[in-house]
């Protein structure tokens, strides 16, 4: 695309760390660039980043957890290389650290895919750890735990939270199969991300980082936001 001569590129990165080389030369040919839904690791080789608060999501996850869970063994399912899931595990673990009662006994890095966090999760419930409760990075990673819960006939002892709110975690939280996850607003970070990409082709000046905010989903507020769609 940059051969090509685009004049802006909107990236997703998964892997924070990953695009330096190809945005440098992105940037040295006066592209404009648009980070989208996580953050790159240089922030100077990008012109602005709009994603959802994803401190806050796990935050929020973690505020709500500590009203169900006087105490706990947890596993956290996790995306190491990504700087979304890395505040997202952070926040969540920032807001459960004032309960002594609340332990971390494992950490299974799935890369947020359900078709890698269901078997890894499966070798995990052989290692007969004992445990309560998952925090996932994302809802793909939730489908996966709750898939392998099944499957193991566990799902009735194990409380699953998450972050997304995507349709089919929402059906699973309406199910009562999931607890709670923290909903993003993807059209919300579409719409915005439009409207700061025309800016900055009109040379217009624009934050250099906007946050979206989420907002805590149980089975009480599932039905508000629409079971059958995003956000």
């Not at 996580?38 to 929020?60: M, P, R, V």
């Not at 309406?174 to 919300?188: D, L, N, S, V, W």
């Not at 579409?190 to 040379?203: E, H, T, V």
């Not at 599932?222 to 769609?229: C, P, Y």
């Amino acid at each position: 695309m940059i051969d090509q001569g685009v004049d802006a590129l909107i990236i997703n990165p998964v892997d924070w760390k990953a695009l330096k080389d190809v945005l440098q030369k992105a940037k040295d040919n006066g592209i404009a660039i648009l980070n989208v839904d996580s953050d790159i690791f240089d922030e100077k080789l990008t012109d602005a980043t709009i994603k959802s608060d994803n401190y806050q999501a796990g935050q929020i996850v973690g505020n709500y957890f500590l009203t169900q869970h006087p105490k706990s063994n947890v596993v956290l399912l996790t995306h190491e290389a990504a700087k979304s899931s890395q505040d997202r595990i952070q926040g969540f673990l920032d807001a459960v650290s004032i309960n002594p009662e609340i332990k971390v006994v494992d950490r299974i890095d799935c890369q947020g895919q359900t078709e890698i966090a269901m078997p890894k999760f499966k070798e995990f419930l052989a290692k007969d750890i004992q445990f309560d409760t998952v925090f996932c990075l994302n809802d793909l990673a939730s489908l996966g735990v709750v898939a392998a819960l099944e499957e193991t006939n566990l799902l009735n002892q194990v409380k699953v939270y998450g972050v997304d709110a995507t349709p089919d975690s929402k059906a699973l939280i309406y199910e009562g199969m999931m607890t709670a996850t923290a909903a993003q607003f993807p059209t919300q970070i579409g719409r915005k991300s439009a409207q700061i990409l025309y800016d900055l082709l009109d040379g217009k000046s624009v934050e250099k980082e906007t946050k979206i905010p989420v907002k805590l989903i149980t089975r009480d507020n599932v039905t508000s936001l629409g079971i059958d769609r995003w956000q």
